[in-house]
């Protein structure tokens, strides 16, 4: 089956834009969680959503946002870009949730902001 | 503060040998780990799992030991091989959540032939 698609692939942004990304799950799986992946921090969580709802949050700014579709497909929105936003962001999906059921992660987006 | 915590940036194993990859926790009340591998310009992908009701799980040459008391695990390679060169990053899950999961800063394996 088709894996988890994120687009696009790589942006380029300067400061004070937004941008919004894209992410396509497993077809079936209901939960979708972002996140960011820095050299110095490694993965750190963005949010879950699960059936339309979020259901987490990470320890992000309010800059960071994001929703999810009635077909599963999510977006991630980040406004007012700042310099240290530049990161790959990671989107999972799974079945159920992130907790107890393997998720698989999309390529990811890898945004730099200048 | 950092729940999940992988003290070893970076690892160097000989081909055919061992690799220990190490994994520490400080909230007592997670009750499921993961490992996942990421390859350069990839997402990470699935690896192995252990509940907390066991203390060891393996998977071919995977294997994944818990120590409760300690807080720690480790996942083992056996052999270790050119492929197995990624980045492992252990993960941990709260007890009765599903919608969130912790994941440590990151080791990168480097196999040597």
């Known amino acids: 089956k088709a894996g988890v698609t994120q687009t696009p692939r790589y942006l380029i942004k300067t400061r004070g834009q937004q941008v919004t990304l894209s992410c396509s799950p497993i077809s079936g799986h209901r939960s979708v969680s972002w996140y960011q992946q820095t050299p110095g921090q490694g993965l750190q969580f963005l949010f879950e959503?699960?059936?339309?709802?979020?259901?987490n949050k990470g320890n992000f700014p309010g800059r960071f946002s994001g929703r999810q579709f009635s077909n599963s497909r999510s977006e991630m929105n980040v406004s007012t870009l700042e310099l240290g936003d530049s990161a790959l962001y990671l989107c999972?999906?799974?079945?159920?949730?992130?907790?107890?059921?393997?998720?698989?992660f999309g390529p990811g987006t890898r945004l730099t902001v200048t | 503060d950092q729940q999940v915590k992988q003290n070893s940036p970076s690892l160097s194993v000989q081909e055919g040998r061992i690799s220990i990859l190490n994994c520490d926790y400080t909230?007592?009340?997670?009750?499921?780990f993961l490992w996942y591998k990421k390859y350069p310009a990839e997402g990470p992908t699935f690896l192995i799992s252990?509940?907390?009701?066991?203390d060891k799980n393996e998977d071919g040459r995977f294997t994944v030991f818990l120590n409760k008391s300690a807080k720690h695990l480790s996942l083992h390679i056996v052999p270790s091989q050119p492929g197995d060169s990624a980045v492992y990053f252990c993960a941990a899950s709260l007890m009765n959540r599903d919608d969130k999961i912790i994941f440590g800063k990151g080791t990168r394996l480097h196999i040597l032939p």
């Open positions: 252990i509940s907390s009701i066991k």
């Open positions: 909230n007592s009340m997670f009750d499921y």
């Open positions: 959503y699960f059936s339309e709802t979020q259901r």
């Open positions: 999972a999906s799974s079945k159920t949730g992130t907790g107890r059921h393997e998720q698989y």
